[in-house]
C-alpha cells in the first residue's frame, strides 16, 4: 500500500504510532507494548526452541526466517476488525425479509450488510459490491416506500 517508502521511512513513521514500539531488552519491549515480561520471555523461547530443534511451530507458522536473538526487538499491535458478513437476513427481489418457508415477512425490507455480502457477490468478496449495493438499493427501496406512503 505505500510502495514507494524506504526501510528509513517506514521505521521513522513507525515511531510516530503507539502500535509500533522497539526496545533492546525483551523486557523492556513487553513493558512498551503493554505485554507481560516473563510471558513474552516464554512465548520467545518457545519459538527460538521449535526453530533451532527444526520442530513444527505451536502456532502452525510456516514463516520463520530467524531465531529471535539480535535486538532490536519490535512490537506490533494488531487489530481485529470485520470487513464483511456472508451471514445475513434472506430477502426477495423486492428486499422483502423472506422467512424459512420463502415467505416474505409483512412490511419488513432489508439491504445492505444486513443481507450479507453473498446477496451481491456470490461466494467470493467483490471490491465495491457492498457499499455500491447499500447507496443503491437504499435509494431505490427509500423512493419506492416513499411512492407507497
Ligand atoms: C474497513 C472496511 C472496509 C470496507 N471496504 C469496502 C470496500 O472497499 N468496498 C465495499 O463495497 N465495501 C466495503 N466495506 C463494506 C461496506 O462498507 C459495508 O457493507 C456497507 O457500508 C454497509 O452499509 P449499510 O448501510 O448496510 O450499513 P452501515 O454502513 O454499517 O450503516 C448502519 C448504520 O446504522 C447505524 N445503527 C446501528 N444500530 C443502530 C440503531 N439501533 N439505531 C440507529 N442507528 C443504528 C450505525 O451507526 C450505522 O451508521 C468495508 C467495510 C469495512 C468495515
Same mark, same amino acid.
Given at each position: 500500500?505505500?510502495?514507494?517508502?524506504?526501510?528509513?521511512?517506514?521505521?521513522? +513513521?513507525?515511531?510516530?504510532?503507539?502500535?509500533?514500539?522497539?526496545?533492546? +531488552?525483551?523486557?523492556? !519491549?513487553?513493558?512498551?507494548?503493554?505485554?507481560?515480561? !516473563?510471558?513474552?520471555?516464554?512465548? *520467545? +523461547?518457545?519459538?527460538?526452541?521449535?526453530?533451532?530443534?527444526?520442530? +513444527?511451530?505451536?502456532? $502452525?507458522?510456516k514463516f520463520r526466517p530467524a531465531a529471535i536473538?539480535?535486538?532490536?526487538f519490535y512490537a506490533i499491535q494488531m487489530q481485529?476488525?470485520?470487513?464483511?458478513?456472508?451471514?445475513? !437476513?434472506? *430477502?426477495?427481489?423486492? !428486499?422483502?425479509?423472506?422467512?424459512?418457508? $420463502?415467505?416474505? *415477512?409483512?412490511?419488513?425490507?432489508?439491504?445492505?450488510?444486513?443481507?450479507?455480502?453473498?446477496?451481491?457477490?456470490?461466494?467470493?468478496?467483490?471490491? $465495491?459490491?457492498?457499499?455500491?449495493?447499500?447507496?443503491?438499493?437504499?435509494?431505490?427501496?427509500?423512493?419506492?416506500?416513499?411512492?407507497?406512503?
Amino acid at each position: 500500500m505505500i510502495p514507494d517508502w524506504s526501510s528509513d521511512r517506514i521505521l521513522r +513513521e513507525a515511531q510516530k504510532s503507539k502500535m509500533f514500539v522497539s526496545a533492546m +531488552e525483551l523486557d523492556n !519491549l513487553a513493558f512498551r507494548a503493554g505485554l507481560n515480561p !516473563l510471558k513474552l520471555k516464554k512465548t *520467545v +523461547e518457545i519459538y527460538n526452541a521449535h526453530l533451532t530443534s527444526k520442530l +513444527e511451530d505451536p502456532f $502452525g507458522r510456516k514463516f520463520r526466517p530467524a531465531a529471535i536473538h539480535k535486538p532490536p526487538f519490535y512490537a506490533i499491535q494488531m487489530q481485529v476488525w470485520t470487513l464483511v458478513s456472508f451471514a445475513a !437476513l434472506a *430477502v426477495n427481489e423486492r !428486499l422483502e425479509v423472506i422467512d424459512i418457508a $420463502g415467505q416474505a *415477512v409483512p412490511n419488513l425490507f432489508a439491504l445492505g450488510e444486513v443481507i450479507g455480502a453473498g446477496a451481491t457477490s456470490g461466494k467470493s468478496y467483490v471490491n $465495491g459490491m457492498l457499499v455500491t449495493p447499500a447507496i443503491t438499493f437504499g435509494r431505490v427501496l427509500g423512493s419506492s416506500l416513499f411512492q407507497l406512503a
